[in-house]
């Protein structure tokens, strides 16, 4: 029955076109479930699902396949089994993992039909353009920020790529991942600010006496009974507000006991530097036995706190806090503290906070000048944005399926106004003939990873397949240079010692400019360590560098953590925070 009524809207050829492709999508948070719930009744019979992240109590308010029994469970696990009680029929796979794990290489990409991105990670995002990109697979790309939105469709050599824009460095960040894996210091200002504060001082959502264990099975009982647990902790926690022990039972929870609980998750750790818990007594000895703190010179407010100086304040901050809140409370049950910049208490708080936490995952740490000037950019998620950018990222992958991918518009979701619709359409563009992904000539070679060294890949590949000159040629691995003439004692070492894997990119470039994208497949082959595929490498056409002059990498492709966006066309430029789905806007 339910099929019938999508051949009467689809037709019934592109309904079969539907129900035969095989699709991935990428992240099941804000725009993910919308966007699985769309899939599953529109006909999408083979799904496949990846996400790393677990459920946070926070998400609820907008990603409705999560119930309270479902925090601290895998995303993509539940999202799954959420939606198949729509529609049951539908075949999902779900996987808890990482999209950039190198198993998830060229050639596990090219098994689908179309790939829809809802992630909230731009660095993921890029990753996810350029596999679709080698793949040669079309890309629903889909974000959001407030009210704000975006979807649009990426194919090679006919559309304009995720990274053919210029990427203006971010000033604000996603931060769907802050509770478990920070890795920027707005991160663990947000955590501080957002997540701690409110949970100590504001309206906090974790102590809801309506939550109830109701699964009783082997698989779910240690979630729910840590959980439970946790529930415990906070209350205990805040009936201890205004005593001496206060500070510290805070500090052991946030610093101490979730951070080892973090480190329990063992999977989390296999491509991360693993967190160091601190310790509130050796903090305490080592603070109580130290010398006098040295003089800092300049503004009091630029220079950053030592650990010390971090855990004093956080002692001393609670404290305020705590006094304040409790006579607010004698006058008003209800009350609560909300987060103001100007507030010297609770600036203070966040800053203390997030540079503990910091310490914890070998982040840099903040001044206090630097945490005021990030802690106020977050902007929310909106359900109904999510809602209408999950819509109309299914629509483009109906177009896709139709064909003619050159015709099918970029849709903009703006605030409503007098002088436009709601929803903006834009002609695609195509790709940028300078743009370093999309522009890159591709080639793959099978890997034998157990003998195969660079040399091998400098003789295959870049001599025989490319024609190369190697004393003109720059091998990188991301943004880590592994080769060039000044740099050969790589060449007899194992890929594999060099932490070259089975899916890695790499980048082949000369110095008269040409450019190769090199996808590495794993297999066991006893005939040659490095085998081309596809015969001789065609280059691209290029403007001629000039005789004697030496490529340079720009500061973007050396960098350790590239930035990157996209645009759309609004009246405001804004960055984007998300904690679920993020773009770039300008």
Same mark, same amino acid.
């Given at each position: 029955?339910?099929?019938?009524?999508?051949?009467?809207?689809?037709?019934?050829?592109?309904?079969?076109?539907?129900?035969?492709?095989?699709?991935?999508?990428?992240?099941?948070?804000?725009?993910?479930?919308?966007?699985?719930?769309?899939?599953?009744?529109?006909?999408?019979?083979?799904?496949?699902?990846?996400?790393?992240?677990?459920?946070?109590?926070?998400?609820?308010?907008?990603?409705?396949?999560?119930?309270?029994?479902?925090?601290?469970?895998?995303?993509?696990?539940?999202?799954?089994?959420?939606?198949?009680?729509?529609?049951?029929?539908?075949?999902?796979?779900?996987?808890?993992?990482?999209?950039?794990?190198?198993?998830?290489?060229?050639?596990?990409?090219?098994?689908?039909?179309?790939?829809?991105?809802?992630?909230?990670?731009?660095?993921?995002?890029?990753?996810?353009?350029?596999?679709?990109?080698?793949?040669?697979?079309?890309?629903?790309?889909?974000?959001?920020?407030?009210?704000?939105?975006?979807?649009?469709?990426?194919?090679?050599?006919?559309?304009?790529?995720?990274?053919?824009?210029?990427?203006?460095?971010?000033?604000?960040?996603?931060?769907?991942?802050?509770?478990?894996?920070?890795?920027?210091?707005?991160?663990?200002?947000?955590?501080?600010?957002?997540?701690?504060?409110?949970?100590?001082?504001?309206?906090?959502?974790?102590?809801?006496?309506?939550?109830?264990?109701?699964?009783?099975?082997?698989?779910?009982?240690?979630?729910?009974?840590?959980?439970?647990?946790?529930?415990?902790?906070?209350?205990?926690?805040?009936?201890?507000?205004?005593?001496?022990?206060?500070?510290?039972?805070?500090?052991?929870?946030?610093?101490?006991?979730?951070?080892?609980?973090?480190?329990?998750?063992?999977?989390?750790?296999?491509?991360?530097?693993?967190?160091?818990?601190?310790?509130?007594?050796?903090?305490?000895?080592?603070?109580?036995?130290?010398?006098?703190?040295?003089?800092?010179?300049?503004?009091?407010?630029?220079?950053?706190?030592?650990?010390?100086?971090?855990?004093?304040?956080?002692?001393?901050?609670?404290?305020?806090?705590?006094?304040?809140?409790?006579?607010?409370?004698?006058?008003?049950?209800?009350?609560?503290?909300?987060?103001?910049?100007?507030?010297?208490?609770?600036?203070?708080?966040?800053?203390?906070?997030?540079?503990?936490?910091?310490?914890?995952?070998?982040?840099?740490?903040?001044?206090?000048?630097?945490?005021?000037?990030?802690?106020?950019?977050?902007?929310?998620?909106?359900?109904?944005?999510?809602?209408?950018?999950?819509?109309?990222?299914?629509?483009?992958?109906?177009?896709?399926?139709? +064909?003619?991918?050159?015709?099918?518009?970029?849709?903009?979701?703006?605030?409503?106004?007098?002088?436009?619709?709601?929803?903006?359409?834009?002609?695609?563009?195509?790709?940028?003939?300078?743009?370093?992904?999309?522009?890159?000539?591709?080639?793959?070679?099978?890997?034998?990873?157990?003998?195969?060294?660079?040399?091998?890949?400098?003789?295959?590949?870049?001599?025989?397949?490319? +024609?190369?000159?190697?004393?003109?040629?720059?091998?990188?691995?991301?943004?880590?240079?592994?080769?060039?003439?000044?740099?050969?004692?790589?060449?007899?070492?194992?890929?594999?010692?060099?932490?070259?894997?089975?899916?890695?990119?790499?980048?082949?470039?000369?110095?008269?400019?040409?450019?190769?994208?090199?996808?590495?497949?794993?297999?066991?082959?006893?005939?040659?360590?490095?085998?081309?595929?596809? +015969?001789?490498?065609?280059?691209?056409?290029?403007?001629?560098?000039?005789?004697?002059?030496?490529?340079?990498?720009?500061?973007?492709?050396?960098?350790?953590?590239?930035?990157?966006?996209?645009?759309?066309?609004?009246?405001?430029?804004?960055?984007?925070?998300?904690?679920?789905?993020?773009?770039?806007?300008?």
């Amino acid at each position: 029955m339910r099929d019938s009524y999508n051949i009467r809207i689809l037709g019934q050829s592109l309904f079969d076109k539907v129900a035969s492709s095989r699709v991935l999508m990428v992240g099941a948070g804000g725009i993910g479930c919308e966007l699985l719930k769309n899939l599953v009744l529109s006909g999408f019979k083979n799904i496949e699902v990846i996400d790393l992240d677990t459920i946070d109590i926070s998400n609820l308010n907008r990603q409705f396949l999560f119930q309270k029994q479902h925090v601290k469970k895998s995303k993509a696990h539940v999202a799954k089994e959420s939606a198949l009680k729509f529609n049951p029929s539908v075949d999902i796979v779900s996987h808890q993992a990482n999209i950039k794990d190198p198993k998830y290489n060229v050639s596990w990409f090219s098994r689908f039909t179309i790939v829809f991105n809802a992630l909230d990670n731009l660095e993921a995002r890029r990753h996810v353009n350029q596999m679709c990109l080698a793949a040669n697979v079309p890309l629903v790309e889909s974000g959001t920020t407030g009210y704000l939105g975006q979807a649009y469709v990426i194919q090679k050599d006919v559309t304009e790529c995720f990274d053919c824009e210029p990427k203006p460095t971010p000033t604000t960040y996603p931060v769907c991942t802050i509770r478990s894996t920070p890795s920027a210091p707005i991160h663990c200002i947000v955590w501080a600010k957002s997540y701690l504060f409110n949970q100590l001082f504001g309206n906090s959502e974790e102590e809801d006496e309506d939550l109830q264990l109701k699964d009783s099975d082997k698989e779910n009982a240690q979630e729910l009974a840590a959980l439970a647990r946790e529930t415990e902790e906070l209350k205990e926690i805040k009936a201890a507000m205004g005593t001496d022990a206060y500070a510290q039972k805070v500090f052991d929870k946030v610093f101490t006991t979730d951070i080892e609980r973090l480190l329990s998750m063992k999977d989390m750790w296999k491509m991360r530097e693993k967190p160091v818990p601190l310790s509130y007594s050796a903090i305490e000895s080592e603070a109580s036995n130290g010398s006098a703190q040295a003089t800092q010179s300049g503004l009091k407010d630029q220079h950053v706190w030592s650990l010390k100086e971090c855990f004093e304040m956080f002692k001393d901050s609670v404290a305020r806090l705590s006094k304040r809140l409790i006579a607010l409370k004698e006058k008003n049950d209800d009350s609560i503290l909300s987060f103001d910049k100007d507030d010297d208490d609770a600036l203070d708080f966040v800053t203390a906070t997030a540079n503990l936490r910091a310490r914890i995952f070998g982040i840099p740490e903040k001044s206090r000048f630097e945490v005021k000037s990030m802690a106020g950019n977050i902007i929310p998620a909106i359900a109904t944005t999510n809602a209408i950018i999950a819509g109309l990222a299914v629509m483009k992958g109906f177009a896709v399926l139709r +064909g003619h991918v050159d015709q099918i518009k970029r849709t903009y979701l703006t605030t409503v106004g007098r002088q436009r619709p709601l929803l903006m359409l834009e002609a695609p563009a195509k790709p940028k003939p300078d743009c370093k992904v999309c522009q890159t000539v591709s080639a793959t070679a099978n890997v034998n990873f157990g003998r195969a060294q660079l040399r091998d890949i400098l003789d295959t590949v870049v001599v025989k397949g490319a +024609g190369l000159d190697p004393e003109e040629v720059v091998i990188m691995d991301g943004n880590k240079i592994v080769y060039d003439v000044d740099l050969d004692d790589n060449l007899s070492k194992l890929l594999t010692d060099l932490g070259i894997r089975d899916g890695k990119i790499l980048r082949l470039a000369s110095d008269d400019g040409d450019e190769i994208d090199l996808v590495l497949q794993g297999v066991d082959n006893d005939a040659s360590a490095v085998e081309l595929l596809g +015969g001789p490498i065609q280059k691209r056409e290029r403007a001629p560098v000039a005789a004697g002059q030496k490529r340079a990498f720009s500061d973007d492709e050396l960098e350790a953590e590239p930035s990157s966006s996209k645009r759309a066309k609004t009246d405001n430029q804004i960055v984007v925070i998300d904690d679920d789905d993020t773009i770039m806007i300008d």
